[in-house]
């Protein structure tokens, strides 16, 4: 079975904190991405990667930043974190092909005061 | 551009009753289609996917056939459960870009006893 795993299931941070969400696959997945889940607004894409050390912007990269060193591990920055950044964060991996599956982790939700 | 667009929930069902949630689309190229649920606290995961015009998706019930003349991808089940209570997205992944999957917002379904 796939597994995506997430750092955290629930994380609580001050404004202005640096904050690190970590994603990992053990499907040599080539394509990681990250989302965020809001009520109402279903999922926005922050960034996506198709490589180690390649990424691109998605909906709303703005405030975040993501670092990919190795393939099975995408990770998720908040530089100097906001309450308007509180949200559920999803994050999903997939072979390249347009018929593949996205295998989503079990989401972490941040809490930002 | 691509879009999803889904009806909107909450959708409340007794045990037992017929469902349907419609979903449109529009795409660039020919586009994979697809059908994910998220049980509370959890993240994605796929229910039924189609790849091509006139293929049904099916799994645990649920039924969607990609009807490319009506750009349409509509989820049915015969009978529903108190375990189906959940939200429901429709996606589709298209050529016309990298792949990327565009999801439309969630359905949430509250089957009751």
């Known amino acids: 079975d796939v597994k995506v795993t997430q750092s955290s299931r629930y994380l609580v941070k001050r404004t202005g904190e640096k904050v690190f969400l970590e994603c990992v696959q053990d499907?040599?997945?080539?394509?990681m991405f990250w989302y965020r889940q809001d009520p109402g607004l279903g999922l926005r894409l922050i960034y996506f990667s198709y490589d180690v050390k390649m990424k691109e912007k998605g909906d709303i990269p703005e405030g975040y930043s993501v670092s990919r060193e190795k393939k099975e591990r995408f990770s998720l920055i908040l530089e100097s974190a906001s309450t308007n950044q509180t949200s559920m964060y999803l994050c999903?991996?997939?072979?390249?092909?347009?018929?593949?599956?996205?295998?989503f982790g079990p989401g972490t939700r941040l809490t930002v005061l | 551009g691509n879009s999803v667009t889904q009806m909107e929930g909450p959708v409340t069902l007794s045990e037992e009753a017929f469902l349907t949630i419609n979903c449109t689309y529009t795409a660039t190229g020919y586009p994979s289609l697809f059908w994910y649920v998220q049980y509370p606290g959890e993240g994605l995961q796929l229910l039924l996917k189609?790849?091509?015009?006139?293929d049904k998706g099916s799994n645990k019930g649920f039924e969607a056939t990609y009807r490319k003349e009506t750009t349409s991808f509509h989820l049915e089940k015969g009978s529903v459960q108190v375990s189906d209570s959940a939200v429901y997205f429709c996606?589709?992944?298209?050529?016309?870009?990298?792949?990327?999957?565009?999801f439309g917002r969630g359905t949430s379904l509250i089957v009751h006893p």
């Open positions: 996606a589709l992944s298209s050529s016309g870009g990298s792949y990327i999957p565009t």
């Open positions: 999903a991996s997939s072979p390249p092909a347009r018929e593949d599956t996205q295998y």
């Open positions: 189609a790849t091509k015009a006139d």
């Open positions: 499907m040599d997945h080539e394509n």
